[in-house]
């Protein structure tokens, strides 16, 4: 959608999916030495803070106390989900309760995913146009982060699984008009679920 230069930014959530249980690894992974002195998930979170968003969500539930206690989660709202065995789903659920009713867009952003940029958030807005639903087309695939307007909460909401979102993405995408593939520069950014994958990362941010 064009906005005018007199018209207000659009109100925007963002909401940092951080609450796995880690099963693969064998250990939390929100916890893992990222950057200098960092852990992954606080380096996501500082990603999130860099997006300006109006209003900031971090979901955890693996691991919470700990979280809290090791990851700066200063001006942030923290979602606690109790349900994070059964899938990202529950806590984008547990979230959208606490979405500002003045939400125009909200973006999820994975907690284990590093190699997104500030940058990319905003690419992934700017090329959505009037989409009620935009995802990131990378050089080798989709990938987070998605964006999703309020016309989607209710379907969101309903979502169970780890990797339902995808399944809501399918079904939009075959209605026209429904779903941005904004282009981004680059491969998909690795998520975390592996000790392969974390070496992965810090191999990228040795790189950077």
Not at 31 to 48: D, F, I, R, S
Not at 56 to 74: F, K, Q
Not at 142 to 150: C, E, N, Q, R, T
Request: glycine share 12%; aromatic share 4%; with cysteine.
């Amino acid at each position: 959608m064009h906005r005018s230069p007199a018209e207000p930014e659009p109100f925007v959530s963002g909401l940092v999916l951080g609450a796995g249980g880690s099963r693969r690894l064998g250990r939390p992974k929100q916890l893992l030495p990222y950057g200098a002195g960092g852990t992954l998930l606080g380096h996501v979170v500082e990603v999130a803070r860099e997006c300006r968003f109006e209003q900031t969500l971090v979901a955890i539930g693996g691991a919470a106390a700990e979280v809290r206690d090791r990851v700066d989660l200063s001006g942030v709202e923290v979602v606690i989900n109790e349900a994070y065995g059964s899938g990202c789903s529950s806590s984008i659920a547990a979230a959208l309760r606490r979405v500002d009713p003045a939400c125009e867009l909200l973006v999820l952003m994975l907690g284990d995913q590093p190699g997104v940029r500030a940058e990319t958030v905003a690419a992934l807005r700017a090329g959505r146009g009037a989409a009620p639903l935009a995802v990131c087309r990378y050089q080798d695939g989709l990938g987070h982060p998605l964006a999703f307007a309020p016309s989607l909460f209710g379907a969101l909401g309903e979502l169970a699984g780890d990797k339902a979102v995808w399944r809501l993405l399918s079904e939009q995408a075959d209605l026209p008009g429904q779903v941005a593939e904004v282009p981004i520069a680059g491969p998909i950014p690795c998520d975390v679920d592996t000790e392969d994958d974390y070496r992965a990362v810090l191999a990228e941010l040795e790189t950077v």
